[in-house]
């Protein structure tokens, strides 16, 4: 089974024929308003595949948390444990997305910044239940971080495999770091936790080392086109990506977490798990939109 701790959002997309500079007004090509947040974005990438997926977080008690509601439950995500938090309005996510695939987003919480003990509580519910075997918790940045402190916390001690993608990028304290099986920063979050510029495989394989020696088991540095670098206890290696050409690259890193997590639930290795993560991520930067852009189990098939 896997837990998703963490946010929901909506997405209000512009597609535009490049980023905008400070100061600067351009005239766009469209706007669509999408399901999105990191959270729910691995949740339904884990369900589409195939997985027995729970949501636990917050929506406001506006038209946008209903509609974010229905998108996890039509993808097949369990919500009985996302709570309706009436005092805030929805997290949305305003994004542009340029003719070059592109792009740039600003979150603004909302609900998701009110996620505390009461959801802790009822993640430790899903946690601590004995019927549904080996669990994987799905962590991300975009709730509180002393609350993903404690979530992770709750993940290590109930023996569940906890991956945590430190994005949106943030410091973290030393104590978060041995609680966690899989860290899957991209190059911007490694640069920020390493502090050193992540250019080169060499510099995300020194970056891999030091986050596996300040205590995580296994880490996988995401760099988009230019592939990944693992590093554990044996070392560090370099995987290659799929070559694809991009549409919309929003929520990669949220598919290829999900991917990593639905084969690691049905026991696949490590390595074939790794590999379907890539292939899960390539897959969506070929579909506009967040969770839109997660395959099934049939989509990846026919993918490549
Ligand atoms: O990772 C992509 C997501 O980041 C978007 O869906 C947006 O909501 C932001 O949270």
Redesign the pocket.
Known sequence: MIIVFG?I?M?LVTRTPRLPAAGETLIGHSFVTVP???GA?QAVACARLGAQTHMVGRVGGDVFGQALVESLQSNGVQTGRVFVDGSESSGI?T?AVDDNAQNN?I?VPGANGNVGQTDLIRLDELLSDPTTGEKILLLQL?VPLPIVVQAAEMGHRAGATVILDP?PAQELPADLYPLINVLTPNETEAELLSGFPIETVNDAESAARLFHQRGIQRVIVKMGDRGAVVGDKSGEHYVAAYPVTAVDT??A??AFNGGLAEALDRGESFDAALQQAMKVGAFAVTRPG?QDAMPTKADLQDFM
Request: glycine fraction near 16%; avoid cysteine; charged fraction near 20%.
């Open positions: 946010s959002n997405d999105g947040g990191k974005n996510a994004i987003i979150v975009e994005a929003v929520a890193g949220d967040a």
